[in-house]
Each structure stands twice: as C-alpha cells, then as structure tokens.
T-cell receptor, first 114, second 110 residues
Framework: DAGVIQSPRHEVTEMGQEVTLRCKPI?????LFWYRQTMMRGLELLIY????????DSGMPEDRFSAKMPNASFSTLKIQPSEPRDSAVYFC????????????FGQGTRLTVV | QKEVEQNSGPLSVPEGAIASLNCTYS??????FFWYRQYSGKSPELIMS????GDKEDGRFTAQLNKASQYVSLLIRDSQPSDSATYLC??????????FGTGTKLQVIP
C-alpha cells in the first residue's frame, strides 16, 4: 500500500480564498483523522471519521472549516474563507479498529495564507 | 493542566548515550500510549506503543509506563545523530480520540 496520500503538498493562497485539502487513507482503514500542526499549538485533532461518518468535530476551529468523507477512499478539508492564522501543516491520518490504535500519517499539506 | 505534557526541550545528548524522554498525562483512565518520532519537515511515525504497566523493549528503544504515577517515558540507548527529531507522546482511552503532547526535541551530538 502507498500509505496515506495527501494533496497538494504545498498550498499558497491569498486571504479570503477557498482552500481544499485532499486525503486518501490506507485501504481497509476505517478511521480517518485530520490534524493541524503549528509551532505554538503542536498537533491538534480537527475532526475524525469512522466508516465515512464524522464522529467528533469538536476540534474544528470555526465555521470556516468543513470536512467531508464521501467514500472510504477520499476525504476533503475545506477552509472558506481562508485567513493568515490558518497557515499551518495539515495532516491526514488513518487507522483501523479504534480511534486510539496506531495511526498512519500522510506527508502533510503545508498551507500558507498571505 | 494540559492533557498530555512534555518538556519541549531541546534535549541534547552525546552520541552513544541514553536519551530519556518523559511524558505525563492527566486522564487516569487512559489505556493506550504511543511514542511518535517526527523529523523536521516530515510526518509523525509510530515507533512504540505500550498498554500495560512496565517496560516494553524494541531494539534500542524502551517504553516505560507507570499508570499509578501517570507517566510514560521513552529511553533510546546508544543514541545516534539519526535519532535527532521531535518525539511526540500520545495517549488514548477506550473509543475516544488520541491526544498528543507538543513534543520534545532531541538533539544527538556527534
């Protein structure tokens, strides 16, 4: 398996624009997680899905953020409108069985909002 | 109080020495404990998981768990420059999400 695949790897956008981050989890994994990492706050869980259903979105910072998982092999994280404080590295991860087993991370998307 | 606490470091150790990384957690019901390694500019990767009190060894790595004192540690024997990275402690409980600490940066000096 190629592992968790995220795209794009880097994204630079202007404030106010819509940003869409994409993730393909490992085949067979039933949990998918979206994390955000910054120097100040470390690794924060934004939302996670089980079998394509959002389970906990309490980490989503505000209504500008939304996430979907239309099928078992694809998820998106959308920010609309984007703001400079959204600049961070966004990781997608997947796991199998429970939300607290070993998680496999994608390579991340480095988002810069100018 | 943070749910998972780690000293941010940097922790500097000479090559060949033992590096000791510590993590404390607040939820006494926590059941699963993980150590992830993250190289600069890369994604976290799991290096150890531990679920029971005591020690778990894997090569040069030993994870130690003490649930009564609510701490988990990672020992790296014979530290190598390639071990220089940030080490993230993560704690989970039942079917709840895992919580990560902010990480300890380790520098192994040749």
């Amino acid at each position: 398996d190629a592992g968790v695949i995220q795209s794009p790897r880097h994204e630079v956008t202007e404030m106010g624009q819509e940003v869409t981050l994409r993730c393909k989890p490992i085949s067979g994994h039933d949990y998918l997680f979206w994390y955000r990492q910054t120097m100040m706050r470390g690794l924060e869980l934004l939302i996670y899905f089980n079998n394509n259903v959002p389970i906990d979105d309490s980490g989503m910072p505000e209504d500008r953020f939304s996430a979907k998982m239309p099928n078992a092999s694809f998820s998106t994280l959308k920010i609309q409108p984007s703001e400079p404080r959204d600049s961070a590295v966004y990781f997608c991860a997947s796991s199998f069985g429970t939300p607290n087993t070993e998680a496999f991370f994608g390579q991340g998307t480095r988002l810069t909002v100018v | 109080q943070k749910e998972v606490e780690q000293n941010s470091g940097p922790l500097s150790v000479p090559e060949g020495a033992i590096a000791s990384l510590n993590c404390t957690y607040s939820d006494r019901g926590s059941q699963s404990f993980f150590w992830y390694r993250q190289y600069s500019g890369k994604s976290p990767e799991l290096i150890m998981s531990i679920y029971s009190n005591g020690d778990k060894e894997d090569g040069r790595f030993t994870a130690q768990l003490n649930k009564a004192s609510q701490y988990v540690s990672l020992l790296i024997r014979d530290s190598q420059p390639s071990d220089s990275a940030t080490y993230l402690c993560a704690v989970g409980r039942g079917y709840q999400k895992v919580t990560f600490g902010t990480g300890t940066k380790l520098q192994v000096i040749p």
